[in-house]
């Protein structure tokens, strides 16, 4: 503890020294003088410039989000793209969410790419990270970066980084960038100050491309939008970037009724409405769902502060609002998208979907029924962003998500994008009432009675700072050690290592090896064919438990007391975990 107190010092002191500003140098010193923990934990580390980029909580310190962090990060990739694109005019894009000091680094990036010569083109205001993603693909540029920290809480920011296809950088492309951040060790390494004219504001006229292009490569329906053009649609961005762009895009589809909620449509990086600005949380959604109430609406939806993920609420039978988590919003789409490609008879063999392996397994059976083949990969959508680069000119991308609340409609974008998600869900509304005489909800029950009834949870196990991060590996450690050899009375069968890459039937001791890059994530299946999942997060300091069991579901009458026999067995399975 001692060695890493003077460890500390020493990092704290070359700020004091170095070429930091006088509101920097000021804090440090306020640290060091009286919150040695706040200062170990601003200094123990450098803030790692993961495979997806950057994220931590604002403030001084190697350990935290700001100018000097960013610039280090900038600058590192910026030496990379230089290496790589030897010759050529680098071309890059910068957009930012609304994010306390989202502006300043992301001016602040724009200003390091310009200076090492690079023509960049910066959002003249907050977007959707989606937009970023579809601008690198549509200017034909190199690279880009997005600040946001998507729905983590406000004191946090975050920095990722996207490569020519217009999706977060991959191998080995993130190790060689991880590679060349590291050796930028002193802040004189950054360049900064030169050639501003290299910069070019991305307006209003930009949004309508990209707009056009959703609803080009998205709508399936439009005679059922002209219909119930009028359904009344809720919608909150939680004070974030969807503000414009996702009322303008159900506008676009065609829908006309569309009720913000006013105090959510404030932008702030505060998120002065909600604990957490995450639409996976019932809380968050309350103002909307309150609203929704007394406005009748048909549906609510929300997006994060980045506006990369959907949250939906539809109203149920009894005329209560339920929160979809991501995998029924996946379903609903997924089965939605296949459903009307098959009815306009374009399906041919040639397509496919793509979901994550801690996803739903209804998107594979709703897959299977439309004979559409299912990827599975890793999670994060630059994993599916991967399959979709391998299959280019191959076969058909239609639609995938995560469970996380993450979905994209169409290879347009290489990022999950709610600004579409949200016109196909309003429109899927649209056409189950028209074609069907259903509602959404309706419609998701009578799914679970065609391909069975899937049910999943998560719980997240949060461990904060230095400790926190050693106790999550101890976990791993143990859980890899130790599996459990009984869930909810069923016994386990399979533990797939998708860290050492190796799959092992427990009964006869046989080894497969699993087709994926390397990741910490163990995978549990049991006798009845529950799939539980464990993986630490990589952008939150926590441990995430995915659980996923299945029945029939004979008739939509039982639908009650089916979903309390599967929550039973989740809890059960819970408690057997110790969770």
């Not at 050529?88 to 502006?103: C, F, G, K, P």
């Not at 005679?223 to 506008?251: N, Q, R």
């Not at 399959?387 to 409609?409: M, W």
């Amino acid at each position: 503890m001692e060695n890493l107190e003077q460890t500390v010092l020493a990092k704290a002191q070359k700020w004091l020294d170095g070429e930091y500003d006088v509101a920097t140098k000021e804090r440090v010193k306020w640290l060091m003088d009286n919150d040695i923990k706040e200062l170990t934990e601003s200094f123990y580390k450098d803030l790692e410039f993961g495979t997806g980029g950057l994220r931590g909580i604002m403030g001084v310190g190697s350990n935290r989000m700001n100018i000097y962090t960013v610039g280090s990060a900038t600058q590192g990739l910026a030496n990379y793209l230089k290496k790589n694109f030897a010759g050529e005019q680098v071309r890059v894009a910068v957009a930012h969410d609304s994010r306390n000091n989202s502006r300043m680094f992301a001016e602040r990036v724009a200003d390091i790419f310009a200076s090492n010569g690079f023509q960049v083109y910066l959002f003249d205001a907050l977007r959707p990270t989606p937009e970023l993603s579809f601008a690198i693909r549509e200017l034909k540029l190199h690279s880009g970066v997005v600040i946001t920290a998507s729905h983590n809480p406000k004191e946090y920011n975050g920095y990722k980084a996207y490569w020519t296809d217009g999706s977060q950088v991959t191998a080995p492309h993130d190790t060689n960038i991880i590679e060349e951040v590291g050796k930028i060790t002193d802040n004189s390494q950054v360049m900064t100050g030169a050639n501003p004219e290299n910069i070019i504001m991305l307006g209003e006229e930009f949004d309508k491309i990209y707009l056009d292009r959703i609803k080009a490569d998205v709508q399936l329906s439009p005679e059922c939008v002209a219909k119930y053009h009028d359904m009344k649609i809720v919608y909150t961005p939680i004070h974030g970037s969807g503000v414009k762009l996702v009322p303008a895009s159900l506008k676009n589809f065609g829908f006309t009724n569309i009720i913000m909620v006013d105090e959510q449509s404030v932008v702030d990086g505060n998120f002065p409405t909600v604990e957490s600005p995450n639409p996976e949380e019932r809380k968050t959604m309350s103002m909307a769902i309150d609203l929704a109430r007394e406005q009748g609406a048909d549906l609510v939806l929300a997006t994060d502060p980045d506006a990369d993920r959907i949250g939906v609420a539809l109203r149920n039978g009894k005329g209560e609002y339920v929160l979809l988590n991501g995998n029924q919003t996946l379903a609903l789409l997924l089965s939605y998208q296949l459903t009307r490609w098959a009815e306009r008879g374009e399906l041919d063999g040639n397509q496919y979907v793509v979901k994550t392996i801690v996803t739903s397994q209804m998107a594979n059976a709703v897959a299977a029924h439309f004979g559409v083949k299912c990827y599975d990969c890793l999670t994060g959508f630059k994993y599916i962003a991967k399959i979709i680069r391998e299959n280019e000119g191959v076969a058909k991308y239609i639609g995938g998500g995560e469970e996380s609340f993450g979905y994209l409609a169409g290879d347009y974008v290489r990022d999950k994008d709610a600004v579409s998600a949200c016109a196909l869900a309003a429109e899927a509304a649209a056409w189950a009432k028209d074609t069907m005489g259903l509602t959404l909800y309706e419609w998701l029950q009578q799914l679970y009675v065609k391909y069975g009834f899937y049910r999943e949870s998560l719980v997240s196990v949060v461990r904060k700072g230095k400790e926190g991060a050693e106790e999550i590996q101890r976990m791993m450690v143990d859980f890899r050690e130790n599996p459990p050899k009984e869930l909810a009375g069923s016994e386990v069968l399979t533990v797939r290592d998708y860290k050492s890459l190796e799959e092992v039937n427990l009964r006869s001791g046989v080894r497969t090896p699993i087709d994926q890059d390397s990741s910490n994530v163990l995978q549990w299946i049991t006798a009845d064919g529950s799939i539980i999942s464990v993986r630490p997060s990589g952008t939150e300091p926590k441990i995430k438990f995915y659980f996923g069991v299945k029945e029939p579901l004979p008739a939509v009458e039982q639908y009650d007391e089916v979903l309390a026999a599967l929550d039973a067995k989740i809890e059960q399975i819970k408690a057997d975990l110790k969770l």
